[in-house]
């Protein structure tokens, strides 16, 4: 006899809920708004909007479906099961935040402040549950990197991956790209985006140069990549700092710092190790995220 799907719940703590664990009562969580000069009420009407959305989403279950649930910072200990289907009822960057620990499950994005958030991953409003559940539309594919270390590390990531000092110091790396010379380099990072990032962190970088160079959309199998505040010097070079990675490109980054850590979308307490002389590879990742 075969179960019954599994629907995970993914949401993130509030900003009230924080606050409270933090000060230790409501009382004492509103006085420290107050005295930053902010509006308790815009928090609390916040916190209660999460709360029901979170409650009429997961109406929409069915009865007879299993159920499962995790926070934010809970994500690298849950484990996800090949058909559960990921309902993620929060942020846009909530759904990038899972993705990295997904494989081929379906997500339902939805937004519990329409209008507040951009809604670009988070596409659904709340009473809008029942009937994804029921008439499973399919998914859209959405390209995701990974980077890659010779001894066997791996990271995913829906937006970008970084790569840099963990102090945000100076790194040093010899970086080889597609068709060009291997060059050493001294640089704040290094940035690999997919078509989804390429609205955030990506296009920010991509704005501040003036680059040329034509960012990806989500669904494309490419990459851009940009190397930031690269220094020129007797043994360093700034040849190769952006560029647009193939569906079968790499970029291959030897590290000459004595560490470096890679982290994707944001969460830096997530992130791969790297030391001298290791070799980390960054390319278009054969999984997707299949979003609804």
């Excluded at 659904?124 to 270390?149: C, K, N, Q, S």
């Excluded at 010379?181 to 997919?194: D, F, H, K, W, Y």
């Excluded at 991509?206 to 851009?224: F, Y």
């Amino acid at each position: 006899m075969s179960l019954a799907p599994r629907v995970v719940v993914v949401s993130r703590a509030t900003e009230l809920s924080e606050l409270v664990a933090r000060h230790g009562t409501p009382a004492a969580a509103a006085f420290f708004l107050r005295t930053r000069g902010r509006d308790v009420d815009e928090v609390r009407a916040r916190d209660a909007a999460q709360a029901e959305a979170l409650a009429t989403a997961t109406a929409g279950i069915p009865l007879d479906w299993r159920r499962g649930g995790v926070e934010r910072a809970d994500l690298p200990r849950f484990l996800f099961a090949p058909d559960d289907v990921v309902l993620v009822v929060g942020q846009d960057g909530l759904v990038a935040n899972v993705a990295k620990y997904l494989d081929g499950q379906t997500v339902i994005g939805v937004d519990p402040e329409p209008g507040r958030n951009p809604g670009v991953l988070v596409r659904h409003r709340p009473d809008d549950v029942a009937a994804l559940l029921r008439d499973r539309p399919a998914p859209t594919p959405l390209t995701m990197v990974e980077a890659v270390t010779d001894d066997g590390q791996s990271l995913r990531a829906l937006n970008e991956v970084y790569l840099g000092s963990p102090t945000h110091q100076t790194a040093r790396w010899r970086l080889t790209a597609p068709g060009a010379e291997p060059e050493r380099q001294a640089s704040s990072g290094l940035i690999v985006a997919t078509g989804t990032g390429s609205t955030g962190w990506c296009r920010s970088v991509w704005l501040e140069r003036h680059s040329a160079l034509r960012l990806p959309g989500p669904v494309e199998a490419q990459l851009a990549w940009f190397v930031r505040e690269a220094w020129p010097s007797p043994v360093t070079g700034t040849s190769s700092t952006e560029g647009v990675l193939g569906p079968d490109d790499a970029l291959r980054v030897t590290v000459e710092s004595d560490r470096l850590v890679v982290f994707g979308d944001g969460l830096e307490a997530d992130h791969l190790d790297l030391s001298y002389g290791q070799t980390v590879t960054l390319r278009r990742s054969a999984t997707h995220l299949a979003l609804t």
